[in-house]
Each structure stands twice: as structure tokens, then as C-alpha cells.
């Protein structure tokens, strides 16, 4: 519900300043008004509101908007998903209901549009679970000294290495071909023309003290098979150099390829240190690493799941392992997921899923549904925080192998 004397206002590029400067607000940074409107915005303009004082219908006092990703990766599948992003409330109107009210229209749009499941990266991750937001991947960022050792691959040897500086016109088709190729859960891609302009878009703003973007492309027999992102930044010690390399992003089509884009990004000259960017946690660089202790490792929470529509949710992503189960799920921001399920399936094949009026197997809330959903988060683990009732005997283990996936979920980008 919109707070009283309040209404709802759908954003278009003319605003662009308006969103800017409550972004601000928002998410302070020193970067000028001025600098931001040099750099492409990402938003789709047709999924982008906001909350605006009719008396002041110049100065936005909340938006919320939503990237469009038509085939984001679920385990065994693909569904269209709703990227929930750009949440900003001015300081002024904070504790006055106005995220709840956009929480609301977005459920509603994404609804819709027929995206049963929304993700989004969490500025704050204490906010977002009371709207059923579950914790669905984690990633890793190492911190690697130069020339780290890694394990040998067969074919590497084959393979060659351009470095460049990043330029869209050249690199834009590259990037989002490898990109778009990986099949891992919640690897969301720059699908909107909006996203893939920003991307490759080398505006000072984004360097954070660094050198311009340049990208490593790993190439069998002149086809592209992997690139890194990447950006140096020099510096000096007592004892000679000590510049950093901040790998950006990281993709490699197969082992070969994954030896040589790191093998090279760890022998940069003039470097001591080597930042990777979000890694999943079943990353083959863990592997590679002769010395694993070599490296630092730091976790963070990824991608946060809803499920918006339960039954083509469900339905719409395979498990590794058979499954018939009765789950009994609350939500009290969407009722119609509310109430016992019946999910059934076979290993790697189609699910079904319906209403059921047998006992329920399991209780939990969307939330925790949300958190299992790519496989990420174990309903084991869950449980074992009591977030999921088991009823049955031995449906908690059989429910839990069943959602879980050989490939961790996770995506490579903040948005």
C-alpha cells in the first residue's frame, strides 16, 4: 500500500538526474552529480518507479527498480527472473512504511510479467529476510601473492594469451558470449542492452585509484575459451615493487583455459598481490592452487532469493535426486504460495508440483524455501538453526539432497 500522500511515479530517462541525486542520498559517495551522468545507466526504464510528494514532484523520495533476466540459470534449467536493484529511500522518509510499499509493487510486477522468482544483491542483508528474501549463494574472494603455484593441465600448453585495454566495440560480443555460456545456478548475465553498455563502460569513477580496464583473453586456435577483467595499480616498497591486480571478473570454459587466465594473471610484472573477484565456492582455482593456505580467503553472502510464484518455481528447476515430499510453507507477504505442496520428481527430470491435503513432511517459510532453491544452502543446515520442522522421519536428509546441486550457485557480479 502507498503511504498516504504519497503516489507512485514510473521513471523514464528524463529523471535520470531526479534518481541520481536520491541515490546519493541514499548510498553517499564523493563522486559529483555531474561525473555519474557521464556514465550509461544501466536501469530499464520500463521497470524502474518511484515514490514522489505530489506537492514536490521534482524530488523522488524512494525508488526501486528490476533487471530483466529472461534465462537465468536454476538448477537443471532456466527461468525468467526479476533482478530486484536501485532500493533507495532519502533519509528524510525513512520508518515511514516506504520500502514495504515498493517490496509490494514489485512483487506485483514481477508477478506480472511472469517471473516466479526475484534475486538481488543485499546492501544490508538484516532488511531483506522479512520479506522472504532467503540467503541462497555465498562467494569467495582470495588474495593471492604473485606467481602462486598451481597444478599443471593437460592441454594448457596450447593455448595463447592476448592482454588488452578493455574497449566494448571489440570486446562487448566476446564478453557476453563466454559469459552467457556458463550454466551454474543464479549466474545471472547482462542480458538488457542498458547492462552491457555499462559494463565494458571504463569511466573514471569506477577505477577507485586504479589503471583503465584491461581484459586477458585466452584463446585455442584463435576462438576465445576465456577472459579476465582486470585493473593494476602500481606502487613501491623499501624492497621494490609492490603493485596490486583487482581481477574484476573471471571466466574460463575448461580447465586448460582456467590455468592459463590464472596462471598469467598471477605473473603480472611489478605486482605483489592478486585480489580475484566473487569466486563460487566449488571454483576450480581452489584446486588448482598448489598451496591453498598461499591464498587469503574472505566469505560474503551473494545472491538472495524470493520465490514469487511457488508452484512454477519449483517446477520450473530440476533436483539430483528423486523427491516426493509435502511441504508446508507460510508467507505472509504472498499468500497464494502459502499451504501445503505436494513436490514431486524424479533425479534430473521434470517436478511436479500441487496443492496437497496429506500431512505436510516439512514446515518452513518461503524464506528458507528461497534459501535452498539454488542449491546452495542445505535444508539440513536450516533445520539445524530450526528453520525447517521435519514431521516424517527421513524426509529432512531425502528433501535435502534432493534441492542441493553438483555446481554451486553463485553470480559473478554485483548489480
Known amino acids: 500500500m502507498i503511504p498516504h500522500g504519497l503516489e507512485l511515479v514510473a521513471l523514464t530517462p528524463d529523471r535520470l538526474r531526479d534518481v541520481l541525486e536520491l541515490d546519493t542520498w541514499a548510498f553517499p559517495t564523493s563522486d559529483s552529480i555531474e561525473d555519474l551522468l557521464a556514465t550509461p545507466s544501466p536501469l530499464s526504464w520500463d521497470r524502474a518507479h518511484a515514490l514522489a510528494d505530489p506537492a514536490h514532484p521534482e524530488q523522488l523520495v524512494a525508488m526501486h527498480a528490476s533487471y530483466p533476466f529472461g534465462s537465468c540459470p536454476v538448477p537443471g534449467g532456466r527461468l525468467r527472473v526479476a533482478g530486484l536493484t536501485w532500493v533507495a529511500v532519502h533519509p528524510q522518509w525513512r520508518r515511514r512504511g516506504l520500502l514495504n510499499a515498493m517490496i509490494e509493487t514489485h512483487f506485483e510486477h514481477s508477478r506480472e510479467r511472469g517471473e516466479p522468482l526475484s534475486?538481488?544483491?543485499?546492501?544490508?542483508?538484516?532488511?531483506?529476510?522479512?520479506?522472504?528474501?532467503?540467503?541462497?549463494?555465498?562467494?569467495v574472494g582470495l588474495t593471492l601473492k604473485r606467481r602462486a603455484a598451481l597444478r599443471p593441465v593437460v592441454g594448457a600448453d596450447a593455448l595463447t594469451v592476448r592482454i588488452e585495454t578493455v574497449s566494448p566495440e571489440r570486446h562487448g560480443d566476446l564478453v557476453a558470449r563466454l559469459h552467457g555460456g556458463v550454466d551454474r545456478p543464479g549466474w545471472v548475465t547482462r542480458e538488457s542492452p542498458e547492462l552491457r553498455a555499462l559494463w565494458l563502460h571504463d569511466a573514471p569513477v569506477f577505477r577507485g585509484g586504479r589503471e583503465v580496464q584491461r581484459i586477458l583473453i585466452v584463446e585455442r586456435d584463435g576462438d576465445p575459451v576465456g577472459y579476465a577483467l582486470f585493473r593494476r595499480k602500481g606502487d613501491w616498497g623499501a624492497g621494490g615493487p609492490e603493485g596490486s591486480v583487482r581481477v574484476q571478473e573471471a571466466v574460463a570454459a575448461?580447465?586448460?583455459?582456467?590455468?592459463?587466465?590464472?596462471?598469467?594473471l598471477l605473473d603480472l610484472d611489478l605486482t605483489a598481490e592478486i585480489t580475484s573477484g566473487q569466486l563460487a565456492l566449488d571454483d576450480?582455482?581452489?584446486?588448482?592452487l598448489v598451496d591453498v593456505r598461499a591464498a587469503r580467503?574472505?566469505?560474503h553472502d551473494n545472491l538472495w532469493a524470493r520465490i514469487i510464484d511457488l508452484p512454477a518455481a519449483l517446477s520450473g528447476r530440476q533436483y539430483q535426486a528423486p523427491i516426493d515430499v509435502v511441504l508446508e510453507v507460510s508467507d505472509r507477504r504472498l499468500p497464494a504460495n502459502a499451504g501445503r505442496w505436494r513436490l514431486s520428481a524424479d533425479a534430473f527430470d521434470t517436478a511436479r508440483v500441487e496443492h496437497a491435503d496429506s500431512p505436510a513432511d516439512l514446515t518452513l517459510d518461503v524464506r528458507e524455501l528461497g534459501a535452498a532453491y539454488l542449491?546452495?544452502?542445505?535444508?539440513?543446515?536450516?533445520?539445524?538453526?530450526?528453520?525447517?520442522?521435519e514431521h516424517t522421519r527421513g524426509s529432512l536428509a531425502r528433501a535435502s539432497v534432493a534441492f542441493g546441486w553438483p555446481v554451486a550457485p553463485v553470480a559473478s557480479w554485483i548489480f
Open 375 to 389: 542449491g546452495g544452502t542445505s535444508l539440513v543446515e536450516l533445520a539445524g538453526a530450526g528453520l525447517v520442522t
Open 297 to 299: 580467503p574472505a566469505e
Open 119 to 139: 534475486l538481488l544483491y543485499a546492501a544490508e542483508p538484516a532488511i531483506y529476510g522479512r520479506y522472504g528474501y532467503g540467503l541462497a549463494s555465498r562467494h
Open 254 to 264: 575448461d580447465p586448460a583455459a582456467a590455468f592459463v587466465l590464472w596462471s598469467r
Open 284 to 288: 576450480p582455482l581452489f584446486s588448482l
